[in-house]
């Protein structure tokens, strides 16, 4: 079993910044990419930003500049960097990973979400 427990989200007026994390644990013997995902009510799930296990990222256009993904491979966790936040990023973030559990099996595994809500 994996587990993805995320953390961080709350409300920021526009133009703070939050910084998220998501821990890892389980049965896990690699984690391979990670990537934070974001939805909001009535919109489709979108990636927001990816880092695979050997630091490579890449991010939504709406997101360059502002966001960071960067990662902790003895923590087994993700971590996203936000400022500069707009009313329109707010939504519930979740952490996904692509990882190889102990029995060698490649699955993916999901956080519980974590809301962010941006004032105006």
């Known amino acids: 079993q994996v587990q993805l427990v995320e953390s961080g989200g709350g409300l920021v007026q526009a133009g703070g910044s939050l910084r998220l994390s998501c821990a890892a644990s389980g049965s896990i013997r690699r984690l391979n990419d990670m990537g934070w995902y974001r939805q909001a009510p009535g919109k489709q799930r979108e990636l927001v930003a990816a880092?695979?296990?050997?630091?490579?990222?890449n991010y939504e256009d709406s997101v360059k500049g502002r966001f960071t993904i960067s990662r902790d491979n003895a923590k087994n966790t993700v971590y996203l960097q936000m400022v500069s936040l707009k009313v329109e990023d707010t939504a519930v973030y979740y952490c996904?990973?692509?990882?190889?559990?102990?029995?060698?099996?490649?699955?993916?595994?999901w956080g519980q979400g974590t809301q962010v809500t941006v004032s105006s």
């Open positions: 996904n990973a692509d990882l190889i559990n102990t029995w060698g099996r490649r699955i993916g595994s």
């Open positions: 880092i695979t296990s050997g630091g490579y990222t």
